[in-house]
C-alpha cells in the first residue's frame, strides 16, 4: 500500500451559538477549519478535521510521505520533524504535521479494520467529560442554558472563561455550578484565564474566586512562555495549574515538568498531533501527573484519552462544528463513549464541504480567532 496524495479543503461555517473567551470577549459566530485526506493506492483514505493554521505548511510536508507504506507511520511523521529541523517545530509547520499526523492514525486504524480506541489499546471505549462553553460572549441566561443541557447528559464538571474581573467572574461561576447541579458532592468546576494575565494578577484572581468556590484547576493563568510564573501560580493558590494545550513539541512538555510548571498536563491533537500528545501522555505519568485532552471537533481525541491510564478527563465542546461530517460517538451519563466504526469514527459529506468551501475565511473573527487580548498581562479585565 502506497500513499497517493494529500488533498485539503478549508470551509467556512457557522456555528450554533458565538463561541469566545477574555481575548476574543465578544465572541465568533464563524469559524474556518481544515479537511485533510491522505490517499492511498488501495482506496482506503484518512480523514482529519485539522486547524486551518496549518494550510500552508501542507504541500510542503506532503512531500516527505508520499509513495510510502502509511503503515510506517512513526517513521514519516520522524521524517517530517526531521524536514522542518531549521525553522523548528514550530507555528503553521508543527500545525500542518499534526493534521497529516492525525490522518494518519486515522488511516492506520481503517487499514487493520478497527476503531481507533482500539488501535491505540484502549481497555474500554469511554472518557469522563467535562462541559467547556467557550462562553465569554454568552449572557448570563445562555449560560445557564448551556450547562444545564449539559447536566442533562450526566455531566458533572464545568469550564468557566474567566478573566473578566473578579465581581462577573464570580458571578457567573454561581450560574455555572448552579446549572450543573451544585450541591456538597460537586460539581467539578474549572476556570480558564487563556494566558491573559500576568502571574501576580493571576494568583490576585484566584484567590478572590476560591474564597467563595472550591475551583479544580485554573487553566492557562499566564502565558504559556512564562515558566517561573506558571509555577509560582501553582504554589500560591490551591487550585492545579494546568496547561499545555497550545504546545507543539515534547521538549516543550519536558521544560514544564522539569521546571515544576503544571499539576494537569493538557495535549491538543489540533495542535501537537495525536502522535506528539501520546508522547507527552506519556512523559507526564512518568512525573505523575494526570493528563487532559482538549476538545476536539468530531470527539476524535476521545480515542487517545481512552487508551491512558492517568487521564483524568476531556473536553466537550458543543458548538455546531459538525457542519460537514458525523462522526461515531455520543454523551452517555457524562461519559463520552465511542462507536465501532474502523479509524476515528469522522466521515466528511462531501457535499456539504462544497457547499462550505473557501479560498480565504471570509469573516474577521474566523480569521483572528487564535489572537491575544491586546492588553494581557497589563490590564486584569479587557477592554470594552
Known sequence: MKITGVETVLYEYELSRPIGDVNIPTGMRRRADLAVFVGTDEGVEGVAVASRLGLAAIPMLSEAIIGEDPRRHRGLWERMIRATFKPGNEGATAIGIAAIDNALWDLRAKIAGVPLWQFFGALEPRVTAYASGLDGALSDEELRAYYESMASRGVRAGKLKVGFGVETDLRRLAVMHEALGGDGAGPALLVDANEFWSPKQAVRAMRA????????????????????????????????????????????????????????????????????????????????????????????????????????????????????????????????????????????????????????????????????????????????
Open 209 to 384: 474566586l476560591e474564597s467563595e468556590f472550591d475551583i479544580a484547576w485554573c487553566e492557562e493563568p499566564v502565558i504559556r512562555t512564562d515558566l517561573d510564573g506558571l509555577r509560582d501560580v501553582s504554589r500560591a493558590i490551591n487550585a492545579a495549574v494546568a496547561t499545555g494545550e497550545n504546545l507543539k513539541d515534547v521538549h516543550q512538555f519536558a521544560a514544564l515538568l522539569r521546571h515544576g510548571a503544571v499539576d494537569v498536563v493538557q495535549v491538543n491533537p489540533n495542535m501537537a498531533g495525536l502522535t506528539t500528545c501520546l508522547r507527552a501522555a506519556e512523559l507526564a505519568q512518568a512525573f505523575d501527573r494526570p493528563v487532559s485532552l482538549m476538545n476536539s471537533a468530531g470527539r476524535y481525541g476521545a480515542h487517545l484519552a481512552a487508551a491512558l491510564p492517568h487521564h483524568t478527563m476531556m473536553e466537550v465542546l458543543e458548538a455546531g462544528r459538525d457542519a460537514t461530517f458525523s462522526f461515531d460517538s455520543t454523551i452517555i451519563d457524562g461519559w463520552i463513549v465511542l462507536g465501532d466504526s474502523p479509524g476515528a469514527g469522522i466521515t466528511f459529506d462531501r457535499e456539504a464541504l462544497a457547499l462550505h468551501r473557501v479560498e480565504t475565511p471570509g469573516a474577521l473573527d474566523a480569521r483572528l480567532a487564535a489572537g491575544r487580548g491586546l492588553r494581557a498581562g497589563v490590564r486584569e479585565f479587557p477592554d470594552e
